[in-house]
């Protein structure tokens, strides 16, 4: 039986979740992750993973987070610069979720709001009828994350919660991105509003930002997860934005499609 099976699918599991998904737990996995002594997980890791480390100017870190949160050169995950290309802010599995007229919309099986996800009904409101754009990283993914588009970009929201894999078999049983630690800004583009939040996970004790000035352009780095998996959404308004064919179509039956920081995923439908 997979960990998360047994966590979130049996009675035992679930008592022993109720420790390991609390801030602390994670805060303490990414201390020990941070030892020197932790490096020596890294090349079984890379391995285990089949993670290509040819673009990477480090062959050496001082512990297992030094290389998780690595850093490539912009050159190996160009962002598309087409002003009418929406793009990636990260390496990961996008699904793309339609919000009806009253800010609901279902993740394998779990029906979230808006209202719920921002814990701001005014600017929920903003984005009724738009889309959620959804893009969950895995172990192996590149955990850097970047702006998507020029624009301005508004306070930090932070809003506390727990830490739960995001993995698809917990997504159907626990509303997560309503119950994880999350933070979002809104940032104000050509084309509209569009919310960028960030969803950590279990053993991500830390959603980390890099300074910035406003505006912001996009292709810029905008942060990095520690070590988990871990989420990226993006909620573009109304009219606003529209997924690549493919991306639609793998997303209306339930699937995720793979993607890069940087890559076009869809097109810019609102001047």
């Keep these: 039986m997979r960990a998360a099976e047994f966590l979130y699918g049996t009675a035992p599991g679930r008592v022993l979740l109720r420790g390991l998904c609390r801030p602390w737990f994670s805060k303490l996995g ?16 890379i391995r285990a993973h089949g993670i290509d480390m040819s673009q990477c100017p ?12 690595r850093r490539l050169p912009s050159s190996a995950r ?23 007229e009253a800010g609901r919309f279902p993740v394998k099986g779990t029906e979230y709001t808006l209202s719920e996800l921002l814990r701001d009904e005014a600017l929920a409101r903003r984005f009724y009828g738009g ?3 959804l893009f969950r990283l895995s172990l192996e993914d590149y955990h850097r ?17 727990v830490l739960h894999t995001v993995q698809p078999l917990t997504r159907g049983q626990r509303p997560v991105y309503h119950e994880n630690t999350r933070q979002y800004r809104v940032l104000d583009t050509a084309f509209g509003p ?18 910035f000035e406003n505006p912001v352009r996009r292709g810029m780095e905008k942060g990095h997860f520690a070590f988990g998996g871990s989420t990226v959404i993006l909620i573009t308004p109304p009219n606003a ?3 690549l064919p493919s991306i639609a179509a793998a997303s209306a039956r339930g699937e995720e499609t793979p993607v890069r920081q940087g890559e076009r995923v869809g097109t810019i439908t609102k001047k």
């Design 30 to 45: 990414g201390w020990v992750l941070s030892t020197r002594l932790s490096a020596l997980a890294v090349g079984p890791f």
């Design 58 to 69: 480090e062959t050496k870190f001082s512990s297992f987070n030094d290389f998780f949160t």
């Design 78 to 100: 160009p962002a598309d610069m087409d002003p009418a290309a929406f793009i990636s802010p990260c390496d990961g599995r996008l699904t793309v979720w339609p919000a009806d």
């Design 131 to 133: 889309l959620i754009w």
């Design 145 to 161: 994350y970047i702006w998507t588009a020029d624009g301005m970009a508004g306070e930090k929201v932070s809003i506390p919660g």
């Design 194 to 211: 569009t919310a960028v939040m960030e969803v950590g996970a279990l053993l991500v004790g830390r959603i980390e930002d890099e300074p």
């Design 241 to 243: 934005a529209s997924p």
